[in-house]
């Protein structure tokens, strides 16, 4: 059974940081993709950022270039968003997400509001 469980997020003040963490388990973590997709109300859900299997090659959100970080662990199956330098436009609920070709799975989300 897949799962993914994400971690980490909370109530930060402007300018502060955060890492969230999500934890895989039910699949070949190593040979999957790993997005980190956020959702704030109203809004359609964007791609934050991403980082392929074996190579760890990256992708961010022109929103997020020089704040946020990600990376995994293939050897805890876990990939991680850090993210520094918060504004309020990042409030949103953060979603983990493992893909491959046409398969997807998605984390239940973790809430991460910056606010004073």
């Known amino acids: 059974q897949v799962q993914l469980v994400e971690s980490g997020g909370g109530l930060v003040q402007p300018g502060g940081s955060l890492r969230l963490s999500c934890a895989a388990s039910?699949?070949?973590?190593?040979?999957?993709?790993m997005n980190w997709y956020r959702q704030a109300p109203g809004k359609e859900r964007e791609l934050v950022a991403g980082?392929?299997?074996?190579?760890?090659?990256?992708n961010y959100a022109d929103s997020v270039k020089g704040r946020f970080t990600i990376s995994r662990d293939n050897a805890k199956n876990t990939v991680y968003l850090q993210m520094n330098s918060l504004k309020p436009e990042d409030t949103a609920v953060y979603y983990c997400?493992?893909?491959?070709?046409?398969?997807?799975?998605w984390g239940q989300g973790t809430q991460v509001t910056v606010s004073l």
């Open positions: 039910g699949f070949t973590f190593s040979t999957y993709a």
């Open positions: 980082i392929s299997g074996f190579r760890s090659s990256t």
């Open positions: 997400q493992a893909r491959r070709g046409s398969a997807a799975y």
